[in-house]
């Protein structure tokens, strides 16, 4: 069947899905997901796998784009006044994440220590795209939401990082290669720091160039085509695309004074964007996986979980965090996908002994988490009465201009 007109199915499937998300009172995001479930492998297997390689640069666009709106929330001045806070958080999420299912995997599956290491290492990395559909959706605004995109953003360099040298130390341990303690570390390190000057030059050259257009059309051509070059250029280098795109989107928040007009136009042209990756990542699950997991597979979870639940609060205490930070943070950072699936496949090819039962349990995870994470994000949200706190702000701006015209 054309590709154009399985993609024309796809839109139309998740537009279904999320209007009986609605009905339940769930986030799209979740509508799209389950409706692309049961168009994929598991039930009426319209997409293929190898329609899902054809359509492979609709995710990269959309991740690109995701991770280019993360960036917009890394104003220096503000990063200044909170950006000890958000590292002491996003340290505490990752580690509790990390300890706890390594934890869990070694001392009480009794599983070896590359096994549990590498398993562990890839708990770490939040995947953003679910949460900040959420966030849109429901127009949330709030001490929570301020908190979660940064910390979703640095989780991710966080858990690149932590498996740099989780890699290392499965490797030492089952006598495949030997490393110093600097070859151990320096891999991530020239990952984060390449990615980060690529996106710093890239920004700079949007912020110019965004300067001289002449419409939002033009700025639109001029965002899409360096957010596109940025992801492309990435995997060039062997570089991470996603930190790219932050980095872009960071330099152009500090250096762009109406920098919010070019995060509003790109924002409106990947909605539809958006729900298409949201349905065809449902339609990448294959819920045959849930009979092969096993008791492995929960214990994964929910020490995941508990991890990122836990290792949020204490950070979240230990920073004097707004109240609702501390009680919810937690239950918005349990979606897990695009990043924990490209580590899985440098297991497959650095650790083949071990990527079987790696890969059987992250497809889980991935399948779980990201069907019922925006579940919990939203209602971590809800509890914290963020839910359109962004029409609350603008209410409030509106009443200081009546009130100074007035004056």
């Known amino acids: 069947m054309d590709i154009l007109l ?7 499937v998740g537009i279904l899905g999320g209007r009986i998300a609605k009905i339940f009172k769930l986030p799209n995001v979740t509508g799209y ?28 666009l959309a991740l690109a784009t995701i991770a280019f709106s993360i960036g917009s929330e890394f104003i220096l ?3 200044m006044k909170v950006g000890k806070s958000i590292f002491i958080i996003t340290l505490a999420e990752t580690i509790g994440a990390v300890f706890i299912v390594f934890s869990v995997m070694f001392f009480i599956f009794k599983q070896d220590f590359a096994f549990s290491i590498i398993l562990a290492s890839m708990s770490a990395a939040t995947a953003p795209a679910a949460t900040i ?3 849109r959706q429901f127009r949330a605004h709030g001490p929570l939401t301020r908190t979660i995109l940064p910390v979703v953003a640095l989780d991710d360099v966080a858990g690149i990082m932590i498996f740099g040298i989780a890699m290392s130390l499965a490797k030492i341990t089952t006598g495949i290669s030997q490393y110093s303690f600097w070859q151990m570390i320096s891999q991530p390190i020239i990952e984060i720091v390449g990615s980060a000057g690529l996106g710093l030059v890239l920004g700079v050259l949007l912020a110019f160039i965004g ?3 002449i419409s939002k059309e033009e700025l639109l051509a001029m965002t899409l085509a360096v957010i596109g070059g940025a992801t492309g250029l990435a995997n060039l280098l062997n570089l991470s695309p ?3 795109c932050i980095m872009i989107g960071a330099t152009l928040v500090n250096l762009m004074h109406n920098s919010k007009r070019v995060f509003s136009i790109t924002q409106d042209f990947t909605s539809p964007v958006y729900l298409l990756f949201f349905t065809l990542a449902g339609a990448s699950l294959d819920i045959k996986i849930l009979a092969q997991v096993g008791v492995l597979g929960i214990g994964y979870i929910l020490a995941r979980a508990s991890g990122k639940i836990l290792g949020a609060w204490i950070g979240a205490k230990a920073v004097k965090a707004d109240e609702a ?9 349990l979606p897990q996908g695009g990043i924990s699936i490209g580590l899985s496949i440098i297991v497959r090819r650095e650790l083949p002994q071990y990527s079987v039962g790696i890969i059987t349990i992250i497809m889980f995870s991935v399948l779980i988490y990201e069907v019922f994470g925006p579940i919990f994000a939203k209602i971590a949200i809800q509890k914290a009465g ?5 029409d609350n702000v603008y209410d409030t701006k509106e009443k200081k201009k009546k009130q100074l015209a007035y004056n």
Do not use: R
Request: aromatic residues 6%; charged residues 20%; without cysteine.
């Open 133 to 135: 559909m959420v966030i």
């Open 242 to 244: 996603l930190l790219t």
């Open 386 to 390: 963020e839910i359109n706190g962004l």
């Open 211 to 213: 300067k001289k257009a």
């Open 6 to 12: 399985k993609i024309a199915v796809v839109l139309m």
């Open 33 to 60: 997901l389950v409706a692309g479930l049961f168009i994929g492998p598991s039930f009426l297997k319209f997409i293929t796998e190898h329609d899902m390689n054809s359509m492979g640069v609709i995710n990269e």
């Open 77 to 79: 001045k503000d990063m």
């Open 325 to 333: 930070v501390v009680k919810y943070l937690g239950l918005s950072l």
